[in-house]
């Protein structure tokens, strides 16, 4: 198992940037996927960005060019750059840990965009 902490999260305008960080409570090396899904009011939850542990990136359509997801492994820390922020982008972010046979979640960071 392991234990997740989102930070990063707020309020900002459109256009505006924020980074989202993920402190994992041990390292990241052995972990097949970890990454960050959001879920917005009404909605269900869905993939944002995912790096494996080889460091492929993956992205929803709708983040690429946007978002960056990358990682510290000696920290062990995910990190989610956002960039060009949209009201739509209002949501919970959850950061995420898949080893295969588990995944473990964080407590999800609150993100509101105002037009």
């Known amino acids: 198992q392991v234990q997740l902490v989102e930070s990063g999260g707020g309020l900002v305008q459109a256009g505006a940037s924020l980074r989202l960080s993920c402190a994992a409570s041990?390292?990241?090396?052995?972990?097949?996927?970890m990454g960050w899904h959001r879920q917005a009011p009404g909605k269900q939850r869905e993939l944002v960005a995912a790096i494996t542990k080889g460091g492929t990136t993956t992205y929803a359509d709708s983040m690429k060019g946007r978002f960056t997801i990358s990682r510290d492994i000696a920290k062990n820390t995910v990190y989610l750059q956002m960039n060009s922020l949209k009201p739509e982008d209002t949501a919970v972010y959850y950061c995420?840990?898949?080893?295969?046979?588990?995944?473990?979640w964080g407590q999800g960071t609150q993100i509101t965009v105002s037009s």
């Open positions: 041990r390292s990241i090396l052995g972990i097949a996927f």
């Open positions: 995420y840990a898949d080893q295969g046979s588990r995944q473990d």
